[in-house]
């Protein structure tokens, strides 16, 4: 499933960013659209059930879907040192549907009660507790995220999936900030722009193939990383984007070992917001937005069918993250001087690079600098 996800994650990604490839960053979260997907999985039947499990698990058995995904959304709920996913997930259904106890207890036992009824018929008040959940649950980091506008107060059998999600842990070694200059960003052989250029030195995980450097950097506890896929080519990025596999980007990321590396990385604060069903009727679903959906596992009273799914991440990477932490990467057991050593390896993220926050193996987001 490890490896399914990391291939979701980027066929999604590439399909987020279509069209918009050169000079614009760019975030999402995988495995939050996965989760919010898997939900309506546990509720659907035919067709429908068969294009999910499809695009989700390759194929793989229904339990093994509502159980993984269940489970890394569990994960990302969990504090680990004052480093937390801020997680807002739901899927909404017509207050007037009588849901199947089965399709309740899935919801509430496996998705952490991921699930809630709204009365479309006022617009007004529905997107205002859609948004005051969304803002309560990403900490007030991820704001009116829909509009009244974007209900439809005539249409009975719609359901909603709303997937928000924030990050901004601290490094468990930070950058000094004394060390951080303006310094340019080639975005293109035509065009560059002046960034606040980090810079630390001490023991990373880190490989370089023939056309990537990879660096890890951990955040509180090394539960969670940052990883950076730079190409060694300053304008080397879309061909390495396009041949990067999920089981590929995985390798790189477990072949890394602890080296001493020099590191230039720009400071950047990214968000993104967007409607999922285009990419994901891209990637093979279809009928689960469409009024022939099959969500009978859900309620037999009607039938529902998912009209908007919308997203939104946020992350910002700068020296400290959200806590000060005065632990420097040089301070680091194994970073000092031990006899002959090689010099360091040097990592300057000067030109565009894809990026992964990861959570044991699994990629919660996946980005572009640009």
């Not at 041949?243 to 980007?249: C, F, K, V």
């Not at 919308?310 to 680091?332: L, M």
């Amino acid at each position: 499933m490890i490896e399914l996800q990391a291939d979701f994650a980027l066929d999604l990604f590439r399909r987020c960013c279509a069209g918009s490839r050169f000079g614009r960053s760019s975030v999402i979260s995988p495995i939050i659209v996965s989760a919010g997907l898997a939900m309506t999985f546990a509720g659907a039947n035919g067709r429908t059930k068969k294009e999910i499990l499809e695009v989700l698990g390759g194929g793989g058995s229904c339990p093994r879907i509502i159980e993984f995904y269940g489970h890394q959304l569990g994960e990302m709920l969990t504090i680990i040192e004052g480093s937390q996913f801020r997680v807002a997930n739901r899927l909404y259904i017509p207050a007037n549907v009588i849901m199947n106890p089965t399709f309740n207890e899935i919801i509430n036992n496996d998705f952490h009660g991921r699930a809630a009824q709204l009365n479309f018929e006022e617009p007004i008040q529905a997107a205002k507790e859609i948004n005051d959940y969304v803002s309560e649950c990403t900490n007030h980091n991820i704001n009116d995220l829909i509009k009244a506008s974007d209900i439809n107060r005539n249409d009975p059998n719609a359901m909603m999936i709303i997937s928000g999600i924030y990050y901004n842990g601290p490094w468990e070694f930070p950058f000094e900030i004394e060390r951080t200059t303006r310094a340019p960003f080639y975005e293109s052989k035509h065009r560059q722009r002046e960034v606040d250029m980090m810079t630390v030195k001490g023991e990373f995980p880190y490989t370089q193939s023939k056309d990537l450097q990879v660096l890890g950097i951990p955040f509180k506890r090394y539960a969670v990383y940052l990883f950076v896929f730079l190409p060694l080519h300053r304008f080397g990025y879309i061909p390495v984007e396009d041949q990067l596999s999920g089981s590929r980007l995985l390798s790189l990321m477990d072949s890394c070992d602890s080296s001493e590396v020099e590191v230039k990385l720009p400071r950047f604060a990214i968000e993104r917001e967007l409607d999922m069903i285009a990419q994901l009727e891209q990637m093979g679903v279809h009928e689960a937005f469409t009024h022939d959906a099959d969500f009978s596992n859900i309620t037999d009273q009607k039938r529902l069918y998912i009209s908007k799914f919308y997203h939104k991440a946020s992350i910002r990477v700068d020296e400290r993250g959200s806590q000060i932490n005065e632990t420097k990467a040089e301070d680091t057991p194994n970073s000092h001087d031990q006899g002959h050593r090689p010099g360091p390896a040097y990592f300057i993220a000067d030109h565009p690079f894809l990026f992964a926050v990861v959570k044991y193996d699994v990629i919660v987001f996946i980005g572009s600098v640009q």
